[in-house]
């Protein structure tokens, strides 16, 4: 297995909403990723998960919670979310450098 | 800080044109590694290659060609023969530390074939 599963694929929520985005890889990789992408622009990084523990947080809004259950689950709960933040997330995992990153195909997510 | 440019916003050609798509780094560690990635309209980013830093070697798969020279801090990606499939948006990544770093990505570059 040599990919990373997201689900669900699209999501329409309300601003008062709570909902999660789920990851799932079975390559033994030992860090993960949530990226969040907004149209015509490049993903931007938002965590970073090494063994199971939040290493990296690039000053996300606290209404983006991560949670890592455990090596090959990666989850993102999202609760009184903006319109603004309507855009694709995009959730990667990686052994190190040398292996590169896999990226799943993304969520796309709409607040309304 | 790491920074990487495409200075190429979009790209239009016709089928069976070679395209040359730019990207240039910037980063202060001897140690870094160079990606490209297609991202199609359906969204997921595909992996196309990965380089590092100590390998100037250009690659060819098929019909992409990658041109690393550390002189001029630039990572070129070559589609020879371009298909409508191409069309797709690039993006050209840095990731400086080795272990579990992040991606830097370039602005990306619009790639649109037609028949």
């Known amino acids: 297995d040599t990919e990373v599963t997201q689900t669900p694929k699209h999501l329409v929520m309300g601003m008062t909403n709570k909902k999660s985005l789920k990851c799932e890889q079975h390559?033994?990789?030992?860090?993960m990723y949530w990226y969040k992408q907004k149209a015509k622009k490049p993903p931007e990084l938002m965590f970073v998960?090494?063994?199971?523990?939040?290493?990296i947080n690039e000053s996300v809004p606290s209404r983006f919670s991560p949670e890592c259950p455990n090596s090959s689950l990666l989850n993102l709960h999202l609760h009184a979310l903006q319109p603004e933040d309507s855009a694709l997330y995009l959730c990667?995992?990686?052994?190190?450098?040398?292996?590169?990153?896999?990226f799943g195909s993304g969520t796309r997510l709409t607040v309304v | 800080a790491q920074k990487v440019t495409q200075a190429q916003t979009e790209i239009s050609v016709v089928e069976k044109e070679d395209v040359t798509l730019d990207c240039v780094y910037e980063?202060?560690?001897?140690?870094?590694?160079l990606f490209w990635y297609k991202q199609p309209p359906s969204g997921e980013l595909v992996f196309l290659i990965r380089?590092?830093?100590?390998?100037?070697q250009n690659e060819i798969s098929g019909r992409y060609s990658w041109n690393f020279q550390k002189s001029t801090s630039s990572f070129n990606f070559t589609i020879t023969a371009s298909q409508v499939v191409d069309s797709a948006v690039y993006f050209c990544?840095?990731?400086?530390?080795?272990?579990?770093?992040?991606?830097?990505f370039g602005k990306g570059t619009m790639l649109l074939v037609s028949p």
């Open positions: 998960y090494s063994y199971e523990k939040l290493s």
């Open positions: 980063t202060r560690d001897t140690t870094y590694y």
């Open positions: 990667a995992s990686s052994q190190d450098s040398l292996s590169g990153y896999t």
């Open positions: 390559m033994g990789h030992r860090a």
């Open positions: 990544a840095l990731s400086e530390r080795v272990g579990y770093s992040t991606l830097t």
């Open positions: 380089r590092n830093s100590f390998d100037e």
